[in-house]
């Protein structure tokens, strides 16, 4: 078992605080502690109820009809969540799918547990959509697992309703476990997609505070599953690891998820307003193209082939002299031309870090 350093983590450690324009996250705005009007005073900061604290696990019960409290294991982030699930899944040697790109540790974790990762890719050409068919012409008999977000990150695609529903019959028919992440899923714009978790006993949601409510600080994530062996797992592997829950994010968690409509409807207004800055000004690029996002807080352009610059030397100009923060396509093991660009920021951040965009590139041009 070996693992290395996430190079889309090392990126962000190396440069997101030094730079002032951050159009690269994946997040909304962070919000602050100020803005959630709390009083923490009489919290009790002993260990916590190891599942997740119960009234916060029946407020994240509700978004999966069907499903209870007893449902659901609340874990630090949907990272601790991808990991608990694969290890309790996977033993080395197994064969895993697992969708690309997508946020590394989707095939990071089963690389590193010695899994054989099969990855399906999401292309250009194809509006980043999975192929289902390609999808069942990957599946071995020793397939376990597939993994997919959607909305997916970096990409912001979607899959239907029916797709969906053709990628849980597969599963069940085959006798396999699907991880759906769901991290981005309140952010969905049309008809949101039903919850995975709900609709069969293989499959696994994953989720987070981190995205939608622009909170990664806090590090709360959750498993939803009706599956009792994954949910015993979970809970197993994750006491191995941090125990229970930190009190002050579980605290934090609930009284956001109070007030849910509140908070996502403003996140969903701030998203929209944003990704139309973000269209409109790739509508006038002509070193730039992407695939409109359809949901999330995040997009894949890439700079056209006909661009003669090095992708490279036009992400370090861009952070290093204009403070203007994007992640390289080959941090998600794509092609270099490809970036991310998130549109969780401030208007005004997003403004200028696309004109900082157009200065970095017109210096290299
Ligand atoms: C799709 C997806 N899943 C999971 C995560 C992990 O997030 P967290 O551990 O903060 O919930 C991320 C973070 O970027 C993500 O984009």
């Known amino acids: ?47 916590g109820f190891h599942k997740g604290r119960p009234d916060l696990r ?25 990991f608990a699930i694969i290890a309790a899944v996977a033993n080395p040697g197994d064969h895993l799918i697992v969708e690309h790109p997508n946020y590394t540790s989707m095939y990071d974790v089963p690389r590193s547990l010695g899994c054989d990762v099969t990855l399906l890719h999401l292309t250009y050409e194809k509006q980043f959509k999975p192929d289902i068919d390609e999808l069942k012409d990957l599946i071995r008999p020793d397939t376990k697992l597939v993994s997919l977000t959607h909305p997916n990150n970096p990409t912001g695609s979607m899959i239907s309703e029916e797709e969906l529903m053709e990628i849980i019959k597969i599963i069940e028919e085959r006798d396999i476990y699907l991880l759906f992440d769901e991290t981005y899923r309140e952010l ?21 505070m981190s995205k939608c409510y622009g909170l990664p600080g806090i590090r709360i994530g959750w498993v939803a599953t009706q599956n009792q062996f994954i949910l015993d797992s979970v809970l197993a592997i994750r006491e ?61 352009p890439r700079i056209k082939q006909s661009v003669k610059v090095d992708p490279e030397k036009f992400f370090r100009l861009l952070v290093e002299k204009y403070r203007t923060f994007i992640i390289p396509g080959r941090c998600f093991e794509m092609d270099n031309r490809f970036f991310r660009l998130g549109f969780g920021g401030t208007p005004e951040e997003i403004q200028t870090g696309l004109e900082n965009i157009n200065k970095a590139m017109n210096e290299l041009k």
């Open 240 to 300: 191995q690891i941090s125990i229970t829950n930190n009190a002050i994010s579980e605290e934090i968690a609930e009284s956001v998820l109070k007030r849910k409509k509140e908070f996502l409807q403003k996140s969903k207004h701030h998203v929209e307003n944003n990704r139309e800055i973000v269209s409109n000004w790739i509508d006038r690029q002509e070193d730039f193209e992407w695939i409109y996002p359809e949901a999330g807080v995040v997009s894949l």
């Open 58 to 82: 029946g407020y994240l019960a509700q978004q999966y009809p069907g499903l209870s409290s007893e449902n659901i294991i609340v874990t630090s982030g949907a990272s601790e969540a991808n």
């Open 188 to 208: 969905e714009f049309e008809k949101p997609l039903p919850a995975a978790a709900s609709l069969s006993p293989k499959a696994i949601s994953i989720a987070s």
């Open 1 to 47: 078992m070996w693992f290395k350093r996430m190079s889309l983590e090392d990126w962000f450690d190396t440069y997101q605080y030094e730079t002032e324009y951050d159009i690269g996250e994946s997040a909304v705005k962070f919000l602050t502690f100020d803005e959630l009007d709390m009083d923490l005073g009489k919290l009790p900061l002993r260990y």
